[in-house]
Every structure is written in C-alpha cells, then in structure tokens.
C-alpha cells in the first residue's frame, strides 16, 4: 500500500473539523450540516489519511438502509453511499480495505450485508471494484446503475423497488433533485437551469432540496439525493448533463 495509511472516524466531536470531498467553502458547509444530521442515525464516514503526506488517500461513505439516502429497499443492510480513492493512491488496496471495513462493521452488528450502487458513467465507482470484494450484481436502474450486494449472512433480499412506478407517478415536467450529501451539489446549478430552461423553453422546472432519507429513498432516481428527470426519462443524476437535458427537451417537443 506504499505509505501507511491512518484511518480517522467522523463523530459529532470532530465533524466540523473533518475533511470532506468538495470544491469549495459552501460544499464544505453544506456537508458537514449533513453529516451532523446523519451521524445520530448510524452514518460512517471514514478518511484514510496518508500518514507520511497527511492528504487524504481515500474515503467512505456508508449508513443502515432504513436510513441511507439511496432509494433502495436494502433493510439490515449497509449502504455504501461513496467510497473514492483519488488518482495518485490509486492500485494500492485502499478502497478495497476501506470496503472490507464497511463489511465488518455490517458483519458485527448482524446484519444481512452490504450494497452499493455502482455505475459505468462516472462520479461513482463502478463494478469492478465490488466485484473484486465479493459483491454480486442484484439489480439494474436507469440510467445505468446496478445494485452490488454482498451477503454476510442468510436474509432478505435487496433491490431498487419500483423505481418506474415512481417515474410514472412524477408526470410530464423536468425536476431537478439536490441535497447536501454531496459537498459538489451546491444548488446554485439548478437554480440556473431553472432559469434557463424557462427563459429559453418557457418551462418551470421544480427544484427539490432532499431534505431527509425518506425523501431520498422516494426519488424516482435511485442515486437519491440528486438527479435530472425530464417528461420521465432519467437524464443524469450529477452535477453538469445540460448536453442530454437538451436532447431530452428536444425529444419532448421543447
């Protein structure tokens, strides 16, 4: 693994000081008001911190499904909501050892085990990853997620739900989904969407602040706690994407 690597635990007595993935000094903010809000309901939040440079190698990211900010039904299990490993750790097993981590924790508090979504698309980790650790694929989501779970134990199991249900019942629109969970949401980008889409198509768009994971887990988006939706397709579900909100406006006559 090269240098040694520290792992340092986010608790409500070093949140504010914590390092968190993120652009800028409202990211940082608005992310550590969240992690303050989820720590009560089991979050763990863990850097692994080059000891010999002090930057952070690595991250997760992961609570309880009855209370994770993805929409999956994954009760008694750990969600992983991110794990990432910057470019420059990269091939050393730390993202392995930090996944390995969140099947521990998953394992000792009897749970059934862990999942976590994955993509080919970017701004998530995609399967490889999770294959490599023993996950399986046991479900698929547009607009190109699969659902990785790996089991420690005998239980129910885990899925996406009727994400299309969900979809169907949101109606014709564009709705643009934000939260704080991710420091590089800020929601200055939908409110300038919001704009433009009705100075130049004459839509109102709906913005909505994911505000808890009850609202996360309902979003027709499984990623939760951000996402494009434009007249029932799920065009992107990060940040930037104007590219494929056009051509979604185009293919419904905006």
Same mark, same amino acid.
């Given at each position: 693994?090269?240098?040694?690597?520290? =792992?340092?635990?986010?608790?409500?007595?070093?949140?504010?000081?914590?390092?968190?993935?993120?652009?800028?000094?409202?990211?940082?903010?608005?992310?550590?008001?969240? &992690?303050?809000?989820?720590?009560?309901?089991?979050?763990?939040?863990?850097?692994?911190?080059?000891?010999?440079?002090?930057?952070?190698?690595?991250?997760?990211?992961?609570?309880?499904?009855?209370f994770a900010w993805r929409a999956v039904e994954a009760s008694n299990y750990m969600v992983i909501h991110c794990v990432h490993v910057p470019s420059r750790w990269a091939g050393r097993g730390i993202g392995s050892s930090l996944i390995g981590q969140c099947v521990d924790d998953a394992r000792k508090h009897g749970m059934t085990g862990v999942v976590a979504l994955a993509t080919s698309r970017g701004w998530c980790a995609d399967s490889r990853i999770y294959l490599r650790n023993g996950f399986e694929v046991a479900d698929?989501?547009?607009?190109?997620?699969?659902?990785?779970?790996?089991?420690?134990?005998?239980?129910?199991?885990?899925?996406?739900?009727?994400?299309?249900?969900?979809?169907?019942?949101? #109606?014709?629109?564009?709705?643009?989904?934000?939260?704080?969970?991710?420091?590089?949401?800020?929601?200055?980008?939908?409110?300038?969407?919001?704009?433009?889409?009705?100075?130049?198509?004459?839509?109102?768009?709906?913005?909505?602040?994911?505000?808890?994971?009850?609202?996360?887990?309902?979003?027709?988006?499984?990623?939760?706690?951000?996402?494009? =939706?434009?007249? #029932?397709? =799920? &065009?992107?579900?990060?940040?930037?994407?104007? #590219?494929?909100?056009?051509?979604?406006?185009?293919?419904?006559?905006?």
């Open positions: 693994m090269g240098h040694a690597v520290e =792992i340092v635990d986010v608790d409500c007595a070093n949140a504010d000081a914590c390092r968190y993935c993120g652009a800028n000094r409202l990211g940082h903010e608005r992310k550590r008001e969240w &992690v303050q809000q989820c720590l009560p309901h089991g979050l763990r939040y863990r850097n692994a911190v080059d000891a010999a440079t002090g930057k952070v190698a690595g991250m997760i990211e992961y609570m309880p499904g009855e698929r989501a547009a607009p190109a997620f699969e659902l990785m779970v790996r089991k420690v134990r005998p239980g129910a199991p885990a899925g996406f739900g009727d994400w299309e249900g969900r979809l169907r019942e949101l #109606g014709p629109g564009v709705y643009l989904y934000n939260s704080k969970q991710c420091p590089f949401m800020r929601g200055g980008r939908n409110r300038a969407r919001m704009e433009w889409l009705k100075s130049q198509y004459g839509l109102d768009a709906h913005v909505i602040e994911v505000q808890d994971h009850t609202q996360a887990q309902a979003n027709p988006c499984v990623w939760g706690t951000s996402g494009v =939706i434009c007249n #029932g397709e =799920i &065009v992107n579900y990060v940040r930037g994407g104007d #590219g494929a909100l056009r051509k979604a406006l185009g293919r419904m006559g905006g």
